[in-house]
């Protein structure tokens, strides 16, 4: 497993259904932003292709810190999509331990974002 301590900002992705997509290394990853450990503030994160192609790159984040569980992809990186969402002005950067479970709803992202406002879709 490896670990990154307070890994700041990290780059998201928000999905077309408004969901919360943590980017890391050119691949994407999801989570259901349910929230564990005695702190509430564990989220396990799988590789968005796992359905597809049974990807099982696996990330587990805590507060901050950012461990790595399983960092084998069986596809190549998902640039394409980061790119084509970036020309789209639906990528924000935003600290993991910002996320709360209100993140996965539509249209729900909080303003502490870095950047401009203006880029955040219209729901």
Known sequence: TQHVRNCGP???????KGGTLLTIN???YRSNLKFFG?????LYWECVQ?????????????????YV?????????DNKRIEAAKA???LIHKKLSSLTAADKIQGSWKMDT????DHLPKM
Do not use: W, Y
């Not at 990290?10 to 077309?16: A, D, G, H, P, Y």
């Not at 597809?52 to 901050?64: A, E, H, P, Q």
């Not at 870095?114 to 406002?117: D, I, K, L, Q, S």
């Open 10 to 16: 990290q780059m998201f992705l928000i999905s077309r």
């Open 26 to 28: 050119n691949f994407v």
């Open 38 to 42: 005695k702190s509430n503030n564990i």
């Open 50 to 66: 796992n359905r597809s192609v049974k990807c099982r790159s696996r990330l587990k984040t805590i507060g901050d810190d950012l």
């Open 69 to 77: 569980t399983n960092d084998v992809h069986n596809h190549m990186g």
């Open 88 to 90: 789209a002005g639906m």
């Open 114 to 117: 870095e950047g401009n406002p």
